[in-house]
């Protein structure tokens, strides 16, 4: 009897315990300041870019690329330097669910780094894609 | 960071692709020389792969998911629109991403899409320190 409820009351701390950790993992996103704050980034701006360096002297090859194709379509954009801050380097990746550096966000969408850039710019897509966003949002 | 001949790292990536994919070319080269790294590391690679799998799975998000959905309930072989072709290679590679692995550049097509012809190489490092 005595372990028959010794084992209820184990069940539940054991479900008490993991319904406050899914708790915490659910708000873990919102309440995350870094996350909330690349939530804004990656809207401050029709084309936002995290990169290595700044666009006059990325200090990466494939983010010097990313800033290329920009260029070459004219188009505005703001750029992040993840390399002067740590948190927004890790905190980026996360945020996007994708590993690597440079990322790129039109309209607040995560489009992708420098492989899918030069895949757009070359099929044409990217030409699109811009157009829309310029058409949407005028250029100011 | 690695910093062995062994090729390890190398030799899972390729293990992996090939289970997943099991792919038509499989192109995998470490471009790690070419950054500022220790000599024989394996943190830099590019992959070149080109699989069945991927047919009709698109390159970017679907942005028009309204539509997507409409058509996902007439043509059940369009759910293959929510996935992305670079993300399911990273969804694969997970765990080297996350143990040393920091650049990894893809090209991932369908048979239909593959037209043989050489890729070139990434663009040169620019002093990042190897980051």
Redesign the interface.
Known sequence: MTSILRQMINVNKTTRISSMTYKQFLSTKADDPIQSHIGKLVKGNKIVVFM??VPQA????????VVDILNIHKAKFEAHDV?IDESLRNGIKEYS????IPQVFIDG????G???ML??HRSG?LDKILEKNTQEKPAA | MMSTASKCVENCIRAKLQKRFNPKVLQLVNESYMHNVPKDSETHFKVVIVSDEFEGMPLIKVLDLKNLFKRIATEPDQKKQMLQRHRLVNTILTDELKSGVHALSIVAKSPNQWKDEPVESSPNCRGGFGK
């Open positions: 290595k360096g990325p200090r990466c090859g494939f983010s010097n690329a390399l669910n994708w590993p690597t969408e995560f489009i992708g420098c492989d899918i895949e757009l897509e």
